[in-house]
């Protein structure tokens, strides 16, 4: 009897966790845990995943704005969990969008079809990004791979954008694929950001091109990591990163003067029917994780 409870034991360890989707309310769970929910941001003017949770459960998004937590920040109502959007794309915003903006012109990113394959564990969505006028701009077709892991909660994108129309995205620092994290990342809160060339804190990174970022904070206790990796073969890498040290950070494959001066600005013209394809991957992982390591993995994934 103790031999089949060792037996069942260590075949349960060896499995891998299982990735599910609820279709209805748009959640994603890992072995039976809520790890995210893709919302579709009817109300915030773009699709966001939050919150977004570590193996163990702690939530790793700051919570604001779709709640109020006592002791968050209250900034920028268009850091909203996990995103990707651009601040010029034809002149219009899509990054600081949030409907309550005077700034204008303010587009928005519709969500027009989602679909889950359980095979791969992914979720495909179609995406338009609308101008003013309501018609699009950019076509995006999104694929979000959700990795099994007891430990580390990986999830694959490949972005798609294509022209709807002549298109001109222009060079600033405002986007594009980004994360908030929650309080105890903050760098006065204790957490810490390092990038894959060894530089640490804000003002060392910020405005660096470099393959990855990860931030490191406490959450109740545990000790925890977000790291963004940028693929080579996406267009303009190693990418620019838009990296604060109040929970903010992205990757920005469009700006460059806007980080560094001295270089020309970066216009990127679009025909219409014109594609550009991104790779990222984003991993939650316990702070003694081996992120260089992380990275190679996923260069060497398919």
Same mark, same amino acid.
């Given at each position: ?52 949770? =570590?193996? !163990?459960? &702690?939530?790793?998004? *700051? ?8 002791? /968050?920040? $209250? ?46 564990? =992914?979720? !495909?969505? &179609?995406?338009?990004? *609308? ?8 076509? /995006?077709? $999104? ?160």
């Amino acid at each position: 009897m103790q031999v089949i409870v060792v037996l069942f034991l260590l075949v349960a360890a060896a499995s891998p966790a299982q990735v599910t989707y609820n279709a209805v309310d748009h959640t994603v769970n890992i072995d039976g845990k809520p790890f995210t929910t893709f919302d579709y941001g009817v109300e915030a003017a773009k699709p966001f995943l939050a919150p977004v949770r =570590s193996a !163990s459960g &702690k939530v790793v998004t *700051r919570r604001f704005p779709m709640e109020k937590v006592e002791g /968050e920040s $209250r900034d920028h109502l268009h850091h909203r969990g996990l995103w990707f959007s651009y601040d010029d794309v034809n002149g219009v915003k899509f990054w600081e969008n949030d409907p309550s903006y005077k700034k204008s012109p303010l587009g928005r990113i519709v969500v027009v079809d989602s679909s889950w394959n359980d095979k791969s564990k =992914s979720l !495909s969505a &179609k995406m338009e990004w *609308r101008g003013p006028d309501g018609k699009p701009l950019l076509i /995006e077709d $999104r694929v979000m791979r959700f990795h099994p892991d007891p430990r580390l909660r990986i999830v694959d994108f490949t972005v798609t954008l294509t022209a709807a129309t002549d298109v001109t995205i222009g060079d600033t620092k405002e986007g594009a694929f980004a994360i908030r994290l929650a309080e105890p990342f903050t760098e006065r809160r204790g957490g810490k950001m390092v990038d894959s060339d060894g530089r640490t804190g804000m003002k060392n990174v910020w405005g660096k091109r470099s393959n990855w970022v990860d931030y490191t904070g406490e959450i109740e206790g545990e000790r925890l990591g977000v790291a963004i990796f940028d693929h080579p073969t996406n267009p303009h890498s190693p990418t620019y990163w838009h990296a604060r040290d109040y929970g903010l950070f992205s990757l920005n494959p469009f700006g460059q003067n806007a980080f560094d001066p001295s270089a020309p600005e970066n216009i990127q013209k679009l025909a219409p029917g014109s594609k550009m394809t991104f790779r990222w991957r984003v991993v939650v992982h316990p702070a003694d994780a081996d992120v260089a390591a992380l990275y190679r993995a996923f260069l060497a994934s398919k």
